[in-house]
């Protein structure tokens, strides 16, 4: 029996999850159809996309932007239609020919069409985690009430989902972990470009640097909060409401060869975990094809030449920044919302050379400290509460700049 068609969009094609996920897509042309292409950067690439995946819509943010897409389009004889805004990202993740939404936007801009994709009851894709890291209650609340497919694409609670009991994985609201027989959750980390560098150079830190990660090949922004290890407190708050995990279930460990790429703990001792080349077209694949396997095209893991597996634990000194993710996620209410705008404010400005490598956890610290504890009580005052961050961030940016 052939596989059904399922028909996607793809939200933040041009980035790096957006180009795997076409890549898989492009092996499998009677199984996906695309609906939706969507891009804010690189829109020669959406382009090009466009033209090899033919989209009813390609979705750009800004009027401009739109007007030249359409042209050049239209030049090429394409019959995708150009839509622009936030209001169109939304459309295209509800709109009721989509099976399957990819999230894969960075940072708290992913949250809304993410959200929408949730409440209109898709098969949703999660690569962005900022949107569990500011409004997770908010989000697996709009899971459970549509009924939406939730599959963790972010490596780490990929592996998790595989290794959970199933009945655990699809319903992790049910009951909570322990009554599901599992123990704790394994989260790994490849302790990023940093791990062994002398601490006392942090400060000399470039840009170039910090984007370099060891084992995958990653968006700007995501490198640079696994060079700080912020990434790492964004997952360990992804996966507290990913598989309703209390804080003190989650541990994390540092494994420099990103093979294991996390394990799961039952009550009896046993440990399971799932391991393969750090490549994220297989959890892109596992997500799309759930729950048969395909080939997306990865090459087979081969341990002789990996040779070892080493596990230590995180050095809190040296990556401040994983120790503010849980103290935030201890804190509650709007504190991850918080620290995650103020987190975004400063890798762009580290990015951007105003800003130095350790002055990503100083910000974080100071704005969590200074609106940390502002309330969560729906998606209006989580939104506030990002904004507020923001401002506070910026602020904290221009006392930095102009010394007074
Ligand atoms: P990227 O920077 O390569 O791509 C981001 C995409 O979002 C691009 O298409 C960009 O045009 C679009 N975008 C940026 N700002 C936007 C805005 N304001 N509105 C609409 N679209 C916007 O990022 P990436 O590495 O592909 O990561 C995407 C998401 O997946 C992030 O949340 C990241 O944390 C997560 N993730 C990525 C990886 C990885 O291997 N790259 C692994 C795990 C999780
Ligand atoms: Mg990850």
Redesign the pocket.
């Known amino acids: 029996m052939s596989a059904a068609l399922r028909t996607l969009t793809v939200l933040?094609?041009?980035?790096?999850?957006?180009v795997s996920t076409l890549d898989v897509v492009a092996r499998y042309p009677e199984r996906y159809r695309i609906h939706a292409l969507?891009?804010?950067?690189?829109l020669d690439r959406l382009f090009e996309q466009a033209q090899t995946f033919r989209p009813r819509y390609a979705v750009v943010?800004d009027e401009r932007s739109a007007e030249q897409l359409a042209a050049r389009l239209r030049a090429a004889g394409s019959d995708t239609e150009v839509l622009c805004g936030e209001a169109a990202?939304e459309q295209v993740s509800i709109a009721p020919e989509v099976c399957t939404v990819m999230a894969?936007?960075?940072?708290a801009?992913?949250m809304k069409p993410t959200l929408a994709a949730a409440r209109a009851g898709k098969r949703v894709l999660l690569?962005?985690?900022?949107t569990l890291v500011l409004a997770g209650r908010l989000f697996m609340d709009e899971v459970k009430a549509s009924g939406a497919e939730l599959l963790p694409?972010?490596?780490e609670h990929n592996a998790i989902f595989q290794v959970l009991p199933r009945a655990h994985r699809e319903h992790p609201y049910a009951q909570g972990l322990r009554e599901s027989g599992v123990r704790r959750i394994l989260l790994t980390a490849s302790g990023g470009p940093f791990r062994t560098r002398a601490i006392e150079t942090f400060a000399r830190i470039t840009p170039e640097e910090a984007v370099k990660h060891p084992n995958?090949s990653?968006?700007?922004?995501?490198s640079v909060d696994s060079a700080s290890m912020m990434n790492k407190g964004l997952e360990v708050i992804e996966a507290r409401w990913l598989f309703n995990a209390q804080p003190e279930e989650i541990s994390v460990l540092v494994h420099p060869q990103s093979i294991v790429h996390s394990m799961v703990e039952y009550a009896d001792g046993s440990v399971l975990a799932q391991m393969g080349s750090p490549d994220?077209r297989t959890p892109i694949a596992y997500g799309m094809a759930y729950p048969e396997r395909i080939d997306p095209g990865v090459k087979s893991l081969d341990l002789f030449s990996v040779g070892r597996l080493d596990f230590e634990a995180p050095d809190l000194a040296r990556f401040p920044c994983l120790r503010l993710a849980f103290e935030a996620l201890a804190a509650g209410g709007a504190a991850t919302a918080v620290l995650n705008a103020a987190n975004e404010v400063a890798v762009a400005a580290f990015l951007d050379n105003r800003l130095s490598f350790p002055g990503i956890a100083a910000l974080g610290e100071a704005v969590l400290a200074q609106v940390g504890g502002l309330p969560a009580d729906d998606l209006d005052a989580l939104l506030h509460a990002d904004a507020v961050a923001r401002e506070a961030a910026t602020a904290w940016l221009s006392r930095q700049e102009r010394p007074c």
């Open positions: 933040g094609s041009t980035g790096s999850i957006g969507t891009g804010a950067t690189q943010l990202l894969a936007i960075v940072g801009a992913g690569a962005n985690k900022e694409i972010d490596s995958w990653m968006g700007r922004k995501i994220m």
